[in-house]
């Protein structure tokens, strides 16, 4: 099992920035990729950006430019910067750790911009 913990979501004007965190826990080991995933009021879930193990890193179209995935090993870490936030960028963000067979998820941490 993993366990996911985020934090580092609020309230920001429309042209700044925040810094969600994403705390591994647990059989972080067999963890091949983590990422960060969005979802707005009566939309779906979509992919926002991934890292896997080896460090390569993918983003979603609308984030390209503005998002920047990395992680820290030492302390089971991933973190999503965000910068030139945009209302469209509101939703719940959603952590994720993809093991071969499985995914885990962490509880959503919600980040609301202002226009």
């Known amino acids: 099992q993993v366990q996911l913990v985020e934090s580092g979501g609020g309230l920001v004007q429309a042209g700044g920035s925040l810094r969600l965190s994403c705390a591994a826990s647990?059989?972080?080991?067999?963890?091949?990729?983590m990422g960060w995933y969005r979802q707005a009021p009566g939309k779906q879930r979509e992919f926002v950006a991934l890292i896997t193990s080896g460090g390569s890193t993918s983003y979603a179209d609308s984030v390209k430019g503005r998002f920047t995935i990395s992680r820290d090993n030492g302390k089971n870490t991933v973190y999503l910067q965000m910068n030139s936030l945009k209302p469209e960028d509101t939703a719940v963000y959603y952590c994720?750790?993809?093991?071969?067979?499985?995914?885990?998820w962490g509880q959503g941490t919600q980040v609301t911009v202002s226009s």
């Open positions: 647990g059989s972080i080991f067999s963890i091949n990729a």
């Open positions: 994720n750790a993809k093991r071969t067979y499985s995914d885990y």
